[in-house]
């Protein structure tokens, strides 16, 4: 008989779930998971645009709770599909009440799905959009720290919200960096996994200060429902896990991720 896994703990202390892909879970109801995202204490949701053919589901997706809200961005992975109108649109919807940031954008040179100089070219164009209209992002880093990097600095001066690199796997160059400029850094379900003591020793050198809890939904479910479909309802898993590494008390690290999110989301409430 195989062994029961913990039931999801439940916190008094409100979460707020910074990223997932709520239009990629297949394993129920959307109306099931935010139920039972409810039920654990999860008080808002963002859902992340990452493609030109998920931005408009992403905003659909937005109203259908009020603690539900989207990004509107190109993840590095589909920049080869940019194109003028592609901006357009986001520009026309990175200001709409239930959109708090730009993004997934970013670099990715572990897969490479995409030519680097266009993923490159990509990447400042959406910056700039986030200049513009004073929006936080939400970036993706993958094998890429020196040109994130290098990009980054060219916006330190119009880029005033910063934002998030999320499910910050990079090294500790591009996290001092990040950190160093104000930036935060998402942590989720890697956190848990045994192989990941390298993200671990991130989470130990960022000030709790500048954490943001996240799952990335469906995908990198936490210890100990790994190999199951990620959801929001298991974010709960990664602020114990945050706590654990960085031997501060739960309730401590519930309530300053919690602030921290406000501030780079959410700064009017």
């Known amino acids: 008989m195989s062994k029961k896994r913990r039931d999801i703990p439940v916190f ?18 959307l109306d099931e998971t935010l139920a039972q995202s409810e039920r654990v204490n999860i008080e808002k949701v963002i859902t992340i645009a990452v493609a030109p053919d998920n931005l408009a589901k992403v905003r659909e997706l937005s109203q259908v709770a009020p ?10 992975h589909e920049a080869e599909s940019y194109s003028d109108a592609v901006e357009e649109e986001i ?6 009440d239930k959109i708090v940031a730009v993004g997934e954008i970013g670099l990715d040179y572990f897969y490479d799905n995409a030519d680097r100089e266009v993923q490159r070219q990509v990447f400042r164009r959406q910056l700039q959009i986030a ?23 060219e916006f330190e001066q119009s880029l005033t919200r910063r934002g998030v690199i999320h499910s910050f796997t990079s090294g500790p160059g591009l996290a001092q960096y990040a950190l160093d400029q104000g930036w935060c850094l998402g942590f989720n379900g890697i956190t848990t996994f045994n ?3 390298n993200v671990r020793d991130i989470v130990r050198m960022a000030p ?8 990335d939904a469906p995908f ?49 409430r």
Not at 91 to 96: F, P, T
Not at 134 to 152: F, G, K, M, N, Q
Not at 208 to 215: A, G, Y
Request: glycine share 4%; charged share 25%; aromatic share 8%.
């Open 12 to 29: 008094d202390h409100p979460i707020i779930e910074t990223h997932c892909h709520l239009d990629y879970l297949k394993d129920r109801p």
């Open 67 to 76: 603690w539900v809200y989207g990004t509107q961005g190109i993840h590095p």
């Open 91 to 96: 520009r026309a919807h990175a200001g709409d």
């Open 131 to 153: 200049s513009d209209l004073d929006r936080p992002v939400v970036i993706h880093s993958r094998e890429a720290d020196e040109d994130t990097i290098a990009i980054l600095e």
């Open 195 to 197: 192989k990941a003591e």
């Open 208 to 215: 709790i200060e500048q954490i943001l809890l996240e799952t």
């Open 220 to 268: 990198l479910t936490p210890v100990p429902y790994r190999g199951r479909e990620n959801a929001p309802f298991y974010l709960p898993f990664v602020a114990e896990k945050i706590a654990e590494v960085k031997d501060l008390p739960l309730d401590h690290v519930l309530s300053t991720t919690y602030q921290n999110s406000l501030r780079t989301f959410f700064p009017q």
